[in-house]
């Protein structure tokens, strides 16, 4: 299994960036897909899920309608589109799979994820 986070970058506050998450090695249908953060001196967070059961959408109350997660299976891809920046969403973006079934709820708290992809750094200044 391969997961690999980009896109990341530095960016002002206000901007956008996208993430993108190239996987290989796994069966999309099995899995559910998160996205997770760290920044400076912090917890993980999750951040934003798909969950593969009903394709459902998750997003933390700190990112909820400014962050968009998608997924692409002819491109064996994941995003996360990240608008209105703030100084507080700088951190390492990290991709995760978990084997379907969890709720979203549950995926956000990224304890049982199965396979974590290595991060693309995203600072937002000014």
């Known amino acids: 299994v391969q997961l690999q986070a980009s896109g990341g970058g530095l960016v002002q506050p206000g901007g956008s960036l996208r993430l993108s998450c190239a996987t290989s090695g796994f069966t999309w249908d099995y899995y559910s897909f998160g996205w997770f953060r760290q920044a400076p001196g912090k917890e993980r967070e999750g951040v934003s899920c798909?969950?593969?059961?009903?394709?459902?959408?998750y997003y933390a109350d700190s990112v909820n309608g400014r962050f968009t997660i998608s997924r692409d299976r002819a491109k064996n891809t994941v995003y996360l589109q990240m608008n209105s920046l703030k100084p507080e969403d700088t951190a390492v973006y990290y991709c995760a799979i978990v084997r379907k079934g969890y709720s979203g709820s549950y995926i956000l708290r990224g304890l049982g994820m199965d396979y974590w992809g290595k991060g693309t750094l995203v600072t937002v200044s000014s």
């Open positions: 798909i969950d593969s059961t009903d394709d459902s959408t």
